[in-house]
């Protein structure tokens, strides 16, 4: 599968995404420098997903097509504003023969905002398990959350950069046993997927995934204290992910997430993507400020 080029990615300035691979594109403006834009998580926030996305987009750039990323640890340091651009700045830390590494860091108005490690390796042939996939209704079997919303929702609905280029089915909890509170632990599963049809670039797809990680994880940590989400301050801190096998992120993913501590105003949440066949392709684990405003 080929690389998708510079061109296909290229920034078009602040505006509204009109297409998943929209949330992706980055400028090059130097030499191992990049720029993008961030659309809101919350309001004027950049979405931490889409932050973390964007810079495996430039790390991704600076490594051989062969070479493929099985894993990344981030850091948010300060909130992104979506109001000006983010700079990625790569440093090209190693280029081994089967590994390489790259560090990013996320600049705006100055300052670091986040930082980036990914580790990128030749792909090889090996033995392997895995765990399967939980027993799940599938993706076709679930209705849309928002094919029923009131013309005000609807409207909130549209301006949603994610919920307008994502298609998402949430698992219920009378479907599944393992979709609410579990030995004293919440958890949550969602099948999610890019609204339309990816270009066939492996870094495509792991970028989509990485964007769809930081979805509904600090919402599962929360879950037994949301009472009222418009005083729920949630934001993440930190956020690894391995990807394990190759998968499309424009085809049905299940993201089983379960949330194993919270205290100390910091929730701590893992999760498990799953493809439509129930073959395990990524994990990730992220911890997020969990506090009342």
Not at 172 to 183: L, N, W, Y
Not at 271 to 290: K, R
Request: proline share 7%; glycine share 6%; net charge negative.
């Amino acid at each position: 599968m080929g690389r998708v080029s510079e061109h296909d990615l290229a920034d078009e300035g602040p505006g509204r995404a009109e297409t998943f691979l929209d949330l992706l594109r980055l400028e090059q403006i130097e030499e191992n420098i990049f720029r993008g834009w961030c659309h809101a998580g919350a309001p004027l926030r950049a979405f931490g997903g889409q932050v973390a996305a964007q810079a495996l987009v430039a790390a991704g750039r600076t490594v051989v097509p062969e070479r493929h990323v099985h894993s990344l640890h981030s850091y948010f340091l300060r909130p992104g504003s979506t109001t000006a651009p983010i700079v990625y700045q790569v440093d090209r830390v190693r280029d081994g023969r089967s590994f390489a590494t790259r560090r990013v860091t996320g600049v705006q108005h100055g300052a670091a905002i986040f930082t980036l490690s990914a580790s990128f390796k030749v792909a090889e042939d090996t033995p392997g398990h895995r765990r399967a996939m939980p027993d799940v209704p599938l993706p076709e079997d679930l209705p849309d959350p928002y094919e029923k919303l009131s013309t005000e929702e609807r409207a909130h609905y549209e301006e949603s950069q994610t919920r307008l280029l994502m298609d998402l089915r949430f698992v219920p909890e009378d479907r599944s046993p393992g979709t609410h509170m579990v030995d004293g632990i919440p958890h949550q599963r969602v099948w999610m997927r890019a609204a339309k049809q990816l270009p066939d670039d492996p870094l495509l797809h792991v970028c989509g995934l990485t964007y769809m990680s930081d979805l509904t994880l600090a919402g599962t940590a929360a879950k037994p204290y949301i009472t009222n989400p418009a005083t729920l301050q949630m934001a993440s801190l930190d956020h690894a992910v391995w990807f394990l096998r190759p998968f499309r992120a424009d085809e049905w993913l299940l993201f089983a997430q379960a949330s194993p501590s919270a205290q100390d105003a910091r929730g701590l949440a893992m999760g498990e993507f799953y493809n439509h066949d129930g073959v395990l392709v990524a994990s990730v684990v992220q911890e997020a400020v969990i506090r009342q405003r």
